[in-house]
């Protein structure tokens, strides 16, 4: 089954960083043809979408509110893509999940969170707090 698992998440004050991580696992023969998406989704909203970066990492996106703050970056030697996660805020608070997809465009541009992402992960919290 192909799937993603996330890690990195946890409690950290405003002003404070996280890595979050999206491995494969079970198709990483083919991990560097996926373009990946990070989303989030916090109780009572919808989901959002955070960041996304294309195979081979040339093309990434990113949402208004994160902007200057995240840094999304892939290793496909790893089979993993990051999330850096600078300057948190409370409202960054929410369940982030990665999601990958080998369906064209390979690009971030635009509405890129639209999908369709075909592989999800099962997230893992984020709560900024003091």
């Known amino acids: 089954q192909r799937q993603f698992v996330e890690s990195g998440g946890g409690l950290v004050q405003p002003g404070g960083s996280l890595r979050l991580s999206c491995k494969a696992s079970?198709?990483?023969?083919?991990?560097?043809?996926?373009?990946i998406g990070w989303f989030r989704q916090a109780p009572g909203k919808e989901r959002e979408g955070v960041s996304c970066?294309?195979?081979?990492?040339?093309?990434?996106n990113y949402a208004d509110s994160v902007k200057g703050r995240f840094t999304i970056s892939r290793d496909n030697a790893k089979n993993t893509v990051y999330l850096q996660m600078n300057n948190l805020k409370p409202e960054d608070t929410a369940v982030y999940y990665c999601?990958?997809?080998?369906?064209?465009?390979?690009?971030?541009?635009?509405?890129?969170?639209?999908?369709?992402?075909?592989?999800w992960g099962q997230g893992t919290q984020v709560t900024v707090s003091s």
């Open positions: 079970g198709f990483t023969v083919d991990f560097h043809y996926y373009r």
């Open positions: 999601a990958g997809t080998r369906q064209p465009p390979d690009s971030c541009a635009g509405t890129w969170y639209r999908g369709p992402f075909t592989s």
């Open positions: 970066i294309g195979s081979t990492g040339g093309s990434t």
